[in-house]
């Protein structure tokens, strides 16, 4: 059975997978141009997802199972070249740490208005104001799941009023609340900040929009390290310069890489950051072992033993 390993951590997993697996014969590969004749006959591909693209699919004929090393796996689901009886899937629960402290630098940067300070010290100008703190705030956090659930203590941690919008009855841990989808408006009037962390769904389509934004005080930043889609972007861009929210970081774009042309790049009191709140410096060790586990259960019972495994029509999770 062979299997390519595909990605820039490629030799890591083959060093730790090689000698536990003798049944499978392992392939590296950092790219496209460097897939070697023999990993074409790979039943199994391991591969941050969006490096999968529909060329590799079409050198790999005999192709039965994706594992994403990624939670999401939208190009994935929507890829012509990826036949339908290819199991695809994911990697999920080990993003919290490096999830959850993206959105507290982000809000940090937000409160104490860091961009101001960096372009101050490239201009060499000393400035000081009031520097506002995140002790006594509250964070309303759209999509309650394991990542939500990792981000609450450390707010917590840093004095804040937590709430989730959920659909779950249950108030989980670290939580002052909860509150159903549909009174989101409510939610939003009382947040000083927002944090995006829901699945994209044609449901979650735009969830915040402009009457999202309208409901919003205007001292209040709203922080997306989730799908790019869940957020009207046009409208946030419209509320900036209006000034009738206060600031936004964005880490997830609808287009990405974020078009050079978006009127966001200039956007007032907005942090631009290129979808890096998933990685981390130990992101393949946090990734072997739903590698490992996968290629186990593979061999004994094929497709339909495999973890996380993902429906084509799925939402994904951030």
């Not at 591909?45 to 999968?52: F, I």
């Not at 994935?76 to 994911?90: D, G, N, Q, S, Y």
């Not at 203590?153 to 919008?165: D, H, L, N, S």
């Amino acid at each position: 059975m062979d299997v390519l390993l595909f990605g820039k951590d490629a030799d890591y997993y083959n060093a730790h997978l090689a000698p536990e697996f003798p049944q499978m014969r392992f392939h590296v590969a950092r790219d496209a141009a460097s897939v070697p004749e023999a990993a074409k006959g790979a039943e199994v591909l391991a591969s941050m997802a969006p490096a999968v693209t529909g060329g590799l699919v079409r050198a790999l004929p005999k192709l039965r199972w994706v594992q994403a090393l990624t939670t999401g796996v939208d190009n994935l689901l929507v890829m012509p070249e990826l036949a339908p009886e290819v199991a695809i899937t994911r990697v999920r629960g080990i993003h919290g740490p490096q999830m959850s402290e993206m959105a507290m630098l982000d809000m940090m940067l937000l409160a104490r208005n860091f961009p101001q300070v960096l372009r101050n010290q490239a201009e060499r100008r000393w400035e000081r104001w009031p520097q506002k703190l995140l002790q006594g705030r509250t964070v309303v956090i759209l999509g309650v799941g394991s990542i939500s659930e990792e981000l609450a203590p450390r707010c917590k941690a840093f004095g804040m009023r937590v709430v989730g919008i959920t659909g779950r009855a249950e108030v989980p841990p670290h939580f002052d609340a909860v509150m159903p989808r549909e009174r989101l408006l409510e939610a939003v009037a009382e947040a000083d900040f927002l944090v995006l962390l829901i699945p994209y769904t044609p449901e979650t389509h735009h969830i915040v929009d402009a009457r999202v934004m309208a409901a919003m005080k205007p001292q209040s930043w709203i922080v997306n390290i989730a799908r790019g889609a869940v957020l009207e972007e046009a409208a946030l861009d419209q509320a900036l310069r209006a000034g009738t929210i206060a600031g936004a970081a964005l880490d997830v774009f609808a287009v990405e890489p974020l078009p050079a042309e978006s009127p966001l790049w200039d956007a007032p009191n907005l942090i631009i950051t290129p979808h890096i709140g998933g990685m981390s410096d130990t992101y393949a060790e946090q990734a072997l072992p739903t590698l490992r586990a996968n290629l186990a259960a593979f061999l004994t019972g094929g497709v339909d033993g495999l973890r996380e495994r993902v429906e084509r029509g799925m939402g994904v999770a951030a």
